[in-house]
């Protein structure tokens, strides 16, 4: 069990390395692309920081010290991890209501609850989250990382951001006479640059050729805008000493909803990145392993003054079509980032606000899943409603609590769904089957003999139905036959529901056959003890046999 365990939990980095060797040309192959990621991934993480109000440098470090542990001990052979989008909101939030401090404190909590995650191997369970609910609460986040953004944007002159949407609505609106028209040049001009590159020469990193020539131009030019040291002065050139938080059960308790925000939103954006990856190169992850990696990250990077970290779709997508090799490339690119942190300190403050917001909204357009709502819209009413309520929640009120509405909405309207699929009809409204030889309206019914058929799970929506059919009856049945032979499983409301209208046939002197059932459903009726009540002679597995002991009774 334990070595088993083991293997289920083996990065991916050591399982490739095992199979394949690993030669100078394949380290060749990824250097380059971790260094093709690393251009990409500098103006990414410096943006991430400030969108989420904290410092440049956090981003780095998180980039850095995040981005390496998940491509050495994760279970994608092309993972590559550090700061998100997806994180702006949640991580801002929780910095504002209890600090850098508890911020670090939530994100460490977040990474233990990853590695437990890991352990009880729920790396398969994510797929189960709807895909309404996830496109929901992705389109949301990307809503407000734009409005996070227009600040910079618009050059305007806001200390202090608040975290609900209404009102930075309000406060913008309130400050838009302060617009900087040299801002909205250069962000306006950025966002250009970067579509252009993209349709044009798709090979070429957008964002760093924006962070690089509008830091020249505001240089050159004075141009009168706010950049990364007007605002936050210089950025340190190594890593910082580990710190950890001071812990106490009060702040455990009151910051435990926002680690469990983290930890699946940190689960979910990898777990994601992880399947595009395998769609793209043909490969399979691990996802236990790359929770487990992402516990440790998130554990790590907290430690050394970074943020919330995950696997990052962009990144990943830039590091397979830059022709990586093995998780080799993931860990290249956390040592390129800490090279150029080390070498162009001094230059990256030159980097004007506005072209990194400008980058943000760009990959908040990216991260809109337009097509997939446009897509969700024409689907069954049930999935537009999921949608839309996860989408209203996440951006009036609160990811955390969307996530959870929206999955429950979408399995409150599934068994709705279920309700209204499974089917308890009479044998006098069946369908002539032609290929069945054992349809009830081919078989000779002795007279005061009802037959019903359920055919779906047995489950507790439809229990209720069950019990309400002998209202149906004008006079009670001599003995009443139920067909299983289309019910797949059965739960305790279904057992429950068997039991009651046992009893009420009893009650009439009648008596309750069931046909059909397969061996799942009467092993939960034996060790219920319901074969007893009902009579085991009274359970057969054949509509013939059922019709022939409904005789012998009446």
Not at 334 to 341: I, T
Not at 466 to 495: N, Q, T, W, Y
Request: net charge neutral; hydrophobic share 55%; proline share 6%.
């Amino acid at each position: 069990m334990k070595r088993s365990l083991l293997k289920l939990l083996e990065p991916k980095l050591i399982t490739y390395l095992k199979k394949n060797g690993y030669s100078k040309g394949d380290f060749f192959k990824d250097a380059l692309s971790g260094l093709s990621v690393a251009i990409v991934a500098l103006p990414l993480a410096m943006a991430i920081a400030i969108a989420s109000n904290l410092p440049p440098e956090r981003g780095l470090f998180t980039a850095i010290v995040a981005g390496f542990l998940i491509s050495a001990l994760g279970g994608s052979r092309y993972q590559v991890g550090g700061p998100t989008a997806a994180f702006i909101v949640t991580v801002a939030l929780v910095a504002m209501k209890h600090g850098y401090e508890g911020l670090v404190l939530a994100t460490i909590m977040a990474g233990f609850l990853l590695i437990i995650m890991a352990f009880a191997r729920a790396g398969e369970l994510i797929k189960f989250i709807p895909y309404p609910v996830i496109t929901g609460f992705t389109s949301g986040i990307a809503l407000l990382i734009v409005f996070s953004q227009l600040r910079d944007f618009f050059g305007l002159s806001i200390t202090t951001m608040p975290p609900d949407f209404i009102d930075k609505l309000v406060l913008y609106a309130t400050h838009l006479h302060q617009t900087n028209p040299f801002a909205v040049l250069v962000a306006l001009g950025s966002i250009a640059i970067i579509v252009i590159i993209k349709n044009t020469y798709p090979k070429i990193p957008g964002p760093i050729v924006v962070v690089t020539l509008s830091a020249l131009a505001v240089w050159l030019l004075g141009i009168p805008i706010d950049t990364i040291e007007s605002r936050f002065g210089a950025i340190p050139s190594m890593l910082p000493t580990p710190v950890f938080p001071d812990i106490t059960f009060a702040k455990i308790r009151l910051l435990f909803p926002d680690a469990i925000t983290i930890a699946v939103l940190a689960a979910i954006e990898s777990l994601l990145s992880a399947v595009v990856a395998d769609g793209m190169a043909g490969t399979k992850h691990k996802p236990n392993t790359e929770l487990l990696a992402q516990g440790v990250a998130n554990i790590a990077s907290s430690i050394f003054g970074g943020l919330p970290a995950t696997g990052a779709i962009a990144r990943t997508a830039t590091n397979i079509k830059a022709g990586a090799i093995s998780p080799v490339s993931g860990i290249m690119h956390a040592l390129w980032l800490l090279l150029f942190m080390i070498l162009l300190a001094p230059l990256i403050v030159k980097v004007p606000l506005a072209a990194l917001s400008a980058i943000l909204i760009v990959v908040a357009w990216n991260m809109s899943e337009i097509k997939h709502i446009q897509s969700i819209m024409k689907a069954p009413r049930a999935d537009r409603v999921v949608l839309v309520v996860t989408f209203a929640l996440t951006v009036l009120v609160d990811l955390n609590f969307a996530i959870q509405a929206g999955i429950s909405l979408a399995a409150i309207l599934f068994i709705h769904s279920m309700m209204q699929a499974v089917e308890i009809k009479a044998y006098d409204e069946e369908e002539e089957e032609n290929d069945d030889p054992d349809a009830t309206s081919k078989k000779t019914i002795p007279k005061g003999v009802e037959v019903y058929e359920i055919n779906g799970p047995l489950f507790f929506g439809v229990a209720e139905k069950l019990v309400d059919i002998l209202s149906l009856f004008e006079s009670p049945p001599k003995a009443f036959i139920l067909r299983l032979r289309h019910v797949p499983m059965i739960d305790a409301a279904g057992l429950h529901a068997l039991e009651v209208l046992n009893q009420k046939l009893k009650d009439t002197h009648s008596v309750l056959i069931l046909s059909g059932v397969n061996k799942t459903v009467q092993m939960y009726i034996r060790n219920s003890k319901l074969d007893k009540k009902i009579g085991e002679a009274n359970i057969v597995d054949h509509i013939d046999k059922a019709i022939r002991r409904a005789n012998e009774c009446c």
